[in-house]
């Protein structure tokens, strides 16, 4: 059965197969919807995917670098721009939130990929959750600069017993896109965690985000 649509182009096979079964190149093509001068369009996303090295990069790049591209101009810069924002603002809803964070790690990721992998300053998020693990609320709570971001435990605990919260989940971002977390991230985690066990608070996990790439305390056994 698969075989029947994998040859198909891209609209027909998402149709037939499911958006998951395109590749990076075929979705791009479709939000394309044409390619440039002489070239397929198929043929244009494959070299933009080229050019940049990734979705990501794509995504995020300026309209200086995007127009650099031979044949690609605004119209389709503005097109991409609009789906990333559309994108990031989808992750970012409450709703996203509750239906899908807490059904897997990686709707957390990706949740928070949405949340914080293209803010310019470090921003502190934590997540609460209740006695069920079912989510209260996503709070930013701590705002940064490009390096660093100071954090108060006793203002996390504050804000988790105002919220009845019995769990909570901590991230953090890394504008230089590397997720590698700094002894700083280590230390003031371990602050956290222990400021929260006075309270019976528990710490679920500290996920840092870069650009394609996070790093989970829970999953390296830092907790």
Known sequence: MENQWQNLPPR?????????????????AIFLRTGASGVHVMTLAQQLLNEFGSLYRLMTADKKAFSAIKGVGTAKF??????????????????ALEENVV????????YLYGRLAHREREIFM?????????????TEMFAGTLASVEVHPREIVREALKRNAA???????????????????????????AACQLFNIR????????????????????L
Not at 103 to 110: F, P, Q, Y
């Open 12 to 28: 027909e096979k998402l149709l037939q197969g499911g958006a998951g079964a395109l590749t990076d190149t075929e979705l791009l």
């Open 78 to 95: 503005a097109q991409l721009n609009a789906i990333a924002e559309l994108a990031r603002r989808f992750f970012a809803c409450h709703e």
């Open 103 to 110: 059904n897997s790690s990686g709707d957390m990721v990706n």
């Open 126 to 138: 934590v997540i609460f959750f209740d006695n069920q693990h079912r989510v209260i609320e996503a």
């Open 167 to 193: 769990a909570l989940i901590l991230a953090h971002n890394h504008p230089s896109g590397l997720s590698r977390p700094s002894k700083a991230d280590r230390d003031v985690t371990g602050q956290i965690v």
């Open 203 to 222: 710490v679920l996990d500290h996920m840092v985000i870069g650009r394609g790439e996070y790093v989970s305390f829970a999953e390296k056994g830092w």
